[in-house]
Nanobody
Framework: QVQLVESGGGLVQAGGSLRVSCAAS????????MGWFRQAPGKERELVAG???????YYKPSVKGRFTISRDNAKNMVSLQMNSLKPEDTAVYYC???????????????????WGQGTQVTVSL
């Protein structure tokens, strides 16, 4: 079992930046792929970015070039830096952990089975 606690998020104007972070505890952090999902009102939860234990990354095409996922294995932390934010990025963002740590696993939503409580990101016009 792994526990995940998000921090960060908030309200920002379009074009601005935000950073969300996630602290993991409970099991060996490097045994897990880490990802960020988001869920907007009335929409399904979607995988935004994933990172393997070795640093390979995956991004949803609509965020590639604007978002950067990173992890600090020494601190059991994963972060998502979000730049050039758009109103359509508004959602609750969830940190997640998955048991398959390879490049295929990090891009597969079904790989992720552990969730944080979520943090709200709101982008205004």
């Amino acid at each position: 079992q792994v526990q995940l606690v998000e921090s960060g998020g908030g309200l920002v104007q379009a074009g601005g930046s935000l950073r969300v972070s996630c602290a993991a505890s409970g099991r060996t952090f490097t045994n897990y792929a880490m990802g960020w999902f988001r869920q907007a009102p009335g929409k399904e939860r979607e995988l935004v970015a994933g990172i393997s234990s070795g640093g390979s990354t995956y991004y949803k095409p609509s965020v590639k070039g604007r978002f950067t996922i990173s992890r600090d294995n020494a601190k059991n932390m994963v972060s998502l830096q979000m730049n050039s934010l758009k109103p359509e990025d508004t959602a609750v963002y969830y940190c997640s952990a998955g048991s398959s740590t390879g490049p295929i696993g990090i891009a597969a939503p079904a790989n992720y089975g552990y969730w944080g409580q979520g943090t709200q990101v709101t982008v205004s016009l």
